[in-house]
C-alpha cells in the first residue's frame, strides 16, 4: 500500500496552477510529473529508492541528459509537497544535506548513474 498524498490525483494539477508555468511548458511538466506520480504510487515513501525507481523509467524514454534537465520540475514539485505538509521533506534535499552538496543535480546525476551508491559516496563532501 502506497503513502502517496495525492489519491484521487490532483496535487500535480495543482501545483502547475499554482506555479503559473506557460501552457506548452505545463504539457510537458505533466507528463514527467504523471510518471513521476505513477511510480511514487508503488512505493511506500517518496525516497531515494522511489527516485531511483522513477529515473529507471524514465531513462526507458528519454535521453539521459535530457531526463537531468527535466528533473528540476521534480524537484520542484518535491518541495511542493513539502510545503503544502503531503510529504515530510524532499529526498534529494536530504542526500544534498547527507553528502555535503550545494546542487541538486549532481545528486539526481548520482541517483541516474548505473551504481547510485558509488556515484553519491563519490559526491560526498566533508562538513565545513
Not at 7 to 21: G, H, N
Not at 26 to 50: E, G, N, P
Not at 52 to 77: G, H, T, Y
Request: positive net charge.
Amino acid at each position: 500500500m502506497s503513502a502517496w498524498p495525492d489519491s484521487d490525483r490532483t496535487v500535480v494539477a495543482d501545483f502547475l496552477q499554482a506555479s503559473q508555468f506557460e501552457q506548452r511548458s505545463c504539457l510537458t511538466y505533466r507528463c514527467i510529473l504523471r510518471s513521476f506520480d505513477d511510480v511514487a504510487r508503488r512505493h511506500q515513501v517518496v525516497d531515494r529508492q522511489m527516485l531511483v525507481a522513477w529515473l529507471n523509467e524514465m531513462e526507458k524514454r528519454w535521453q539521459s541528459p535530457s531526463l537531468l534537465n527535466q528533473v528540476c520540475i521534480v524537484d520542484r514539485f518535491l518541495d511542493y509537497l513539502v510545503e503544502m505538509g503531503l510529504i515530510a521533506n524532499n529526498p534529494v534535499a536530504v542526500l544534498r544535506s547527507q553528502h555535503n552538496v550545494k546542487q541538486n543535480k549532481p545528486i539526481w546525476r548520482a541517483l541516474a548513474s548505473p551504481n547510485p551508491d558509488k556515484a553519491l559516496a563519490a559526491l560526498h563532501r566533508p562538513a565545513p
